[in-house]
């Protein structure tokens, strides 16, 4: 799979031969996709990458078209910024090279670098695409962030309303005491 | 700090579904505070404690151990989750009365004396089934049904009191009748159990993809070394008889056969013993396929899995160990083996409710 420029700037310094190796693969010129985002800003991508967005291939079948024309696939849901942080897990997840432990020192960069907001908008831009990946990656992430969570942080953190009248949530909060719920 | 298109964030439910059913049975209790709509999905949504019971079963399988005092009996008995890395997480409870008969979806049976219940210990709800006219010496089994979406325990009694005669008749032990209870109906039932009639069995139940399996013989000694599989379909509520993997060629090592599950199939250790237990092998043996499945002989495919290994048993202690047959690798696990023997089950934690489940319409 072809390397692109951007992911090689973390890269350890590599052997001659390796950069010989990297120069006849980007050689064979790997096709690209245009992605339009909701932002009107447009990007090449690899076509290997972009093949793996459910919406892109969704978008392929319906008009075949756009794989060959300079017409480029509209993503009507993901914001330029939402999309380069796609690209970049995307190109070092399928970076061959990439050990198990460069992978996780990479994610948990990767999510220490997002605030709240940004790793909802990630995820609801994730979904949109349906990159399944990403997605359980992140899902998985806010699994984390709010397992051990009281209620107010959970409602916070999705924007919920509290919708029980003080009485009802007061006998949850009474029955199920002893999963950690008593405090307030 | 974002471009103005989405003012307002929204989560739709099915992603933070997906999010939900990653978390602990406990951290699902809690958040049943959160809104009313969670409380839906959190409380007994068929749709997410399966999904949530699906996630568990993958990436959070502990192997259940329950500890049984060696003496004095009877004692209370207690139970240990092992994690997959032979860790020890916590004790899943420790001072109940009753004895763990089968694990299925989170849901534990229990046996204490003649009274069964269902028990769930993440979500800590506990259900006492009725009483049931079966009396005397019996085998339970338990498991679900996706077909009926339902829980059913079998209770099959074996015939050793003559009630004629006042007696316990010890010569010729064999399966007298069945009852069966289901979760949805909550209520036993007598089914026909005809067909194991010339049957005795010899092992606790395994439970998989819907169907619950003893192992047997022939109550008679004239077949002695025929072994025999009982299976029955707790969607449907009938016994079959199948027979066990092919004998070993004779003569033979001495060797005892376990039922397992493999791959959601039925699987059988055979087990055989070197020496005065000096060394020990397996092989595995799976069932793959059963093709016909009336309520006389089935013609059944046995496929044995690898041999496994020669372990050397000499110089060691009794031990309890987790051994992998792919990698050969055999984990020692806290245990004190002197003062108690220990029991295994397998178990994930659930959301599987023991009130108000759905009455599938295939019953009644």
Redesign the interface.
Known sequence: MAEETESTKTEPLKTAEEEFKKLEITEEEESELKLETSDHVTFMVEASIAMKFGAVQQYLEVSPAASASATAIPLHNVASRELILILEYYRMHDWVDAGERDLKEFDERFLKDLNYEELKELLLAANYLNVEKLFNFLTKSIANIIRNKDVEFVRTFFGIDNDYTPEEEAAYREENAWAGVKFV | ???G??E?????LD??M???K???V??L???????????KVLDGNHYFTQEHLRHSAHNNAFLLLQRIPRQPRPLPFSSCLIAPDATLVHPLFTHIAAKIVASCNGLLCLRDKTHLSLFNPAT?QIKHLPPTTLFGFHYVGFGFSPASNDYKIVRISMCVFDQLDQVLILDDVRVDRAQVYSLATGSWREIDAVNLRPLCLVSSSVSTAGTIFWLATMASDSDADSEFVVSFDIGRESFALLNGPPLPPSPTLPYSNVLAVCNDKLAMFRHYIIGIFESCCFDLWVLEDVHTHTHTRARESWVKMEELSRHDYRGLETVLSLFNPLTNELKKLPAHTHDFCYVPFTYSESLVPLHNINSPSTLH
Do not use: G, H, T
């Open positions: 700090m974002v471009d298109k989405r307002e964030e929204f989560i739709p992603v933070v997906n999010i939900l990653r978390l602990p406990k951290s209790i809690r958040l049943k505070c959160v809104s009313k709509e969670w409380l800590r």
